[in-house]
Nanobody, 112 residues
């Protein structure tokens, strides 16, 4: 079955960087678009970034120029490089693949 396992979250000061990883299994990874979502306390889950099977990317306006999504099909892994982090980036970050498959999430906390 589909499994998505996120890692790389943590506590970082504003202006710092983190790289999230999502290891995927149970499907043909290279054939599917992958996405990162996040959910802050009391807020709905929102799309952060996506990458197609062909490597095309899209980003939420709030993270454009600071975050970079990438994938390594040989490792069945999708990454989210997060730079210039802000306190408002604090959230649980989730990896997603269709249809309705989510990872367990990884907490990112940015202190001011």
């Amino acid at each position: 079955q589909v499994q998505l396992v996120e890692s790389g979250g943590g506590l970082v000061q504003a202006g710092g960087s983190l790289r999230l990883s999502c290891a995927a299994s149970g499907f043909t990874f290279s054939s599917y678009a992958m996405s990162w979502y996040r959910q802050a306390p009391g807020k709905p889950r929102e799309l952060v970034a996506g990458i197609t099977s062909g490597g095309n990317t899209n980003y939420a306006q709030s993270v454009k120029g600071r975050f970079t999504i990438s994938r390594d099909n040989a490792k069945n892994t999708v990454y989210l490089q997060m730079n210039s982090l802000k306190p408002e980036d604090t959230a649980v970050y989730y990896c997603y693949v269709i249809v309705n498959h989510w990872g367990q999430g990884t907490q990112v906390t940015v202190s001011s």
